[in-house]
């Protein structure tokens, strides 16, 4: 992601790290990276003006970018995860490589008006109907790949290996499309795909595209292929995510077919470390726990979408205490909303453990920004700082919800801010949106609306 040769930010208030902005900070950034930071500069003339609080770039650690279709139709009425999963599954069905970019697209860009730099896309619509390969076997992949640098974010293909329904179940119905047959045909066609590894930006350009892999759950894939899966990774130094134990019935399924719990599966995998991510997390025994935090395998939480699904609330300030790094996604998109999330993960513990306070707001911006990316392999984003990613994030303070924001906008920002308030962002050095609106995607909710009625009509 090419940036400018360079350019000047003049940020009224910036967060530099700890509980409070420092003001009249000078930001001057050469290609993608930023080069220096001033702190108490003079404007120059030819600066540009960020007016407002500017935070580094959001990393969405956690994306299945075609469930935004969904947003409106299944939070109405009863149901669980299974019930929801049946209406996921209807639209899954209905893609091909033409509406999941448009799809894709208008949804990467609601997420940069949000303040995102970054997404993690967690890909499993892999084949045609059946399983059946397209022509290019990763022409669905190509087409998230496209929707991104068409957005203006960095993105991180998570792809994903999926065989089975269920322990010992093949694969049914939609989920033929998920499927490669085995995880060592996964491995053959995600080689093909050619993306980078994920390990270190260099000091020259930075790529649009980084690869990644991904075990669905131990529900879709059996120990011995996970075991293949993570080798693979390892061996190529990408990041590796899974989810883990998002359901109760989940956890029964792997103890029956496996005798242990599904963080212990993946441990006997392979698959946990620094490297890895487990997402969700939602019900851990304490033994699971001390697996994730010893091993130092990073746990992104998904608040919004956790909620939506009534999944329940996971034991986010234990497992940091453990040793996990916590980040944060927006999973099924029931809402794009970076502060959301960030504040959803102290009120979820809140909640659960009847005192607030629980994380530093510092704490919290770090699990949307550098935690994010570095679960993400972008080991070099998520801070305003010399040699970082130039990722910059201005949220206005002139709207209602940050009226009366000085001396906390920081804290306020944290636990009131909203998409809707954020002004610019600079992603990779390349201005994308400026004074609220998209300059690559100048129509959001129209390209939402198209591509998703497009879809349904289906």
Known sequence: MRGTSGALYFCDHAWLGGPRAQSDVLVATRGPWIEAVTVGAPRPRHAVHLSGLTLPGFANAHSHAFHRALRGVVQAGRGDFWSWRDTMYEVAAALDPGSYHRLALATY?????????????????????????????????????????????????????????????????????FSDGSAARWADRVEAMGLVAASGEGDGGLPAARAGAAVHSVRAVAP??????????????????????????????????????????????????????????THLSAQDVSLLGRSGTN????????????????????????????????????????F???????????????????????????????????????????????????????????????AAAEGHAVQMAVFAAGAGDVDHVVSGGRVVVSHGRHLLVPEVGRSLRAAIGQLVRR
């Open 299 to 338: 746990v992104c939480m998904c608040p919004s979408t956790e909620r939506d699904l009534a999944d329940g609330i996971g034991p986010a300030r234990t497992l940091a205490d453990a040793g996990s790094a916590l980040c944060l996604g927006s999973d099924s998109h029931a809402q794009i909303d970076a």
């Open 109 to 177: 860009a609601e997420m940069a008006l949000s303040g995102y730099t970054a997404v993690g896309e967690f890909h499993y619509v892999h084949h045609q109907a059946g399983g059946r390969p397209y022509a290019d076997p990763n022409e669905m992949g190509r087409a998230l790949l496209a929707a991104a640098a068409d957005a203006g974010l960095r993105i991180t293909l998570l792809d994903t290996c999926y065989l089975a329904s269920g322990p010992g179940q093949p694969p049914a119905g939609v989920q033929e499309r």
């Open 224 to 281: 011995p292929d996970a075991a293949v899966v993570a080798a693979h990774a390892a061996s190529r130094g990408w990041p590796l995510h899974f989810h883990l134990s998002e359901q109760v019935r989940e956890n029964q399924e792997a103890v029956a077919a496996y005798g242990r719990s599904p963080a212990a599966v993946m441990e006997a995998a392979g698959a946990l470390g620094g490297h890895a991510t487990a997402v969700h997390a």
């Open 340 to 402: 959301a999330e960030m504040r959803g993960l102290e009120y979820g513990e809140r909640l659960v453990s009847g005192s607030r306070g629980n994380w530093p707001v510092s704490d919290l911006l770090a699990a949307g920004t550098a935690a994010g990316h570095g679960a993400l392999g972008w080991s070099r984003a998520g801070s305003i700082s010399p040699g970082s990613v130039a990722d910059l994030v201005t949220v206005s303070l002139e709207g209602p919800h940050m």
